[in-house]
C-alpha cells in the first residue's frame, strides 16, 4: 500500500526565514512519483513539481528547492527566504506507475504561516 | 489555459437527499478523477475513470457513489443519500496520458 507521511503539521517562520517542509513516502511500486501542491486559503491545488523515481537530481525553482533521497524514501521541500505570500497548505502526494490508474495518495498537509 | 471547472462552487443540501457534482475535465484528457478533502484535512482519493468505465475507486467510494460521463465533456459525481459526514470539498481532476492530474477549484459540500 501507499502511504505519505507529513510529520509537520503546522509551521510557522518570520518573513525571509528559509523553511524546509519534510514527506517521507511509502510503497512497493519500483517506479512511482512524487508531486508537490499548495494549498491556499481560496482552497484550490496548484500544482507546484512532479519527480520520478528513477531521476534523484534535486530541482530549484526560484526559491523553491527539491530534494529528493530515495534511500530514505523522503521527498523535502526547501522555502528560501520565505513571503507572506508562500503561506499555504502543502500536501506532498505519491502516484503509481502511469500506466495504471494513477490515484494520487496525499499526505496530511503541512499548514505553513510565513509572519510579517 | 484550457482548465478543469466546476459547478457549483457550492452546494447546501438537507441529509438524504441527492446530490450531483459536475465537472468539466480539459478537452483532451482521457482519465478522471474525484477526490474530497474533507475540512482541515487530507485530500482522499475517491474514483478513477476512463475510457467510460471506473478504473479504481477507494473504500469511500460505497454504493451511495456514482460517476457518469454523460456527454463527452461533463463528469458527474452523484451521492444518492447524503450524509452528515459527506460534507466536504470535492476536486475533479483530469489528466491526458502524461504524469499530471489537473485540478478543477472544487465544490464545497455541506449536508444539514
Known amino acids: 500500500a501507499q502511504k505519505v507521511t507529513q510529520a509537520q503539521t503546522e509551521i510557522s517562520v518570520v518573513e525571509k526565514e528559509d523553511v524546509t517542509l519534510d514527506c517521507v513516502y511509502e510503497t512497493r511500486d519500483t517506479t512511482y512519483y512524487l508531486f508537490w501542491y499548495k494549498q491556499p486559503p481560496s482552497g484550490e491545488l496548484v500544482f507546484l513539481i512532479r519527480?520520478?523515481?528513477?531521476?534523484?537530481q534535486n530541482e530549484i525553482s526560484g526559491r523553491y528547492s527539491w530534494n529528493f533521497q530515495k534511500s530514505t524514501s523522503s521527498f523535502n521541500f526547501t522555502i528560501t527566504a520565505s513571503q507572506v505570500v508562500d503561506s499555504a497548505v502543502y500536501f506532498c502526494?505519491?502516484?503509481?506507475?502511469?500506466?495504471?490508474?494513477?490515484?494520487?495518495?496525499f499526505g496530511q498537509g503541512t499548514r505553513l504561516t510565513i509572519n510579517p | 489555459e484550457p482548465e478543469v471547472t466546476q459547478t457549483p462552487s457550492h452546494q447546501v443540501t438537507q441529509m438524504g437527499q441527492e446530490v450531483i457534482l459536475r465537472c468539466v475535465p480539459i478537452?483532451?484528457?482521457?482519465?478522471f478523477y474525484w477526490y474530497r478533502q474533507i475540512l482541515g484535512q487530507k485530500v482522499e482519493f475517491l474514483v478513477s475513470?476512463?475510457?467510460?468505465?471506473?478504473?479504481?475507486k477507494s473504500e469511500i467510494f460505497d454504493d451511495q457513489f456514482s460517476v457518469e460521463r454523460p456527454d463527452g465533456s461533463n463528469f458527474t459525481l452523484k451521492i444518492r443519500s447524503t450524509k452528515l459526514e459527506d460534507s466536504a470539498m470535492y476536486f475533479c481532476?483530469?489528466?491526458?496520458?502524461?504524469?499530471?492530474?489537473?485540478f478543477g477549484p472544487g465544490t464545497r459540500l455541506t449536508v444539514t
Open positions: 519527480r520520478n523515481s528513477f531521476d534523484e
Open positions: 475513470f476512463y475510457n467510460n468505465e471506473i478504473s479504481e
Open positions: 478537452s483532451n484528457h482521457l482519465y
Open positions: 481532476a483530469s489528466r491526458a496520458g502524461g504524469w499530471e492530474q489537473y
Open positions: 502526494a505519491l502516484s503509481g506507475p502511469i500506466q495504471g490508474a494513477q490515484k494520487l495518495v
